[in-house]
Structure formats: C-alpha cells, structure tokens
C-alpha cells in the first residue's frame, strides 16, 4: 500500500485514498492513477496519446497528410498526399482512431497509422 499518497489534483483534499490501482478522493470523487499526475502535456489525466505512422503526436485540429488509400464506394480512393485539416481523435472502432472530413469524400474515420502529421 503507498503510504504517501497524493493529494487530489481537483480539489487539493488531503485525505485520499487508494483503491486497487487507483488514488480516489473521498471529498470530490475523483479518481487517477498515481503515475499519470506528472503526466505530460498537461492534459487530463488518463488521456490516451495517438500517434501518427512516423511517431508524431497528434492532437485535435491538427492537420494531416493521408496514405493513398481505398475508400468503400468510390472508384478511385483516396489519393497519396490529400491534406485533411481540423482532426478529432476519438474512441473509434477497429482502431480508427481520428474522426475527419475528407473534401470529395465527407466525415470518415481513419486510423493513425495511415497518416502523418503535416
């Protein structure tokens, strides 16, 4: 058990508490795991980081550049080099992982390893 444990990074209460591999606080609820309060880029805790096929980060609104790729319904996929601006990262299935909108195409899911940062 840590004998040391943190205090709460919403509310600063001193009296938390650890439950399996996570630190709770008892005033405001919030729960995080230890490791992740020095975290990196200063984001919320346990936010996941994607990276692109050549191990940039990417964030919301980044712009990328696409892989030639296939797309279900069109003839002619989508070619090497399009630009896609204004990226949201989600919780996609499959491992499409960046939510977008192609011109010529519409709103598509993409994975990140078919794309780099631009």
Known sequence: MIDNLPSCPKCSC??????????????????WAPAESGAEGGGPAGERVVKDAVGNVLRDGDT???KALKAKGSPSGIKAGTKVRGIRLVDGVDGHDIDCRIDGFGAMQLKSSVVKRA
């Open 14 to 31: 001193e009296y938390t508490y650890a439950m399996n591999a996570l630190v709770v606080c008892p005033e405001c609820g919030h729960e």
């Open 64 to 66: 990328v550049v696409v």
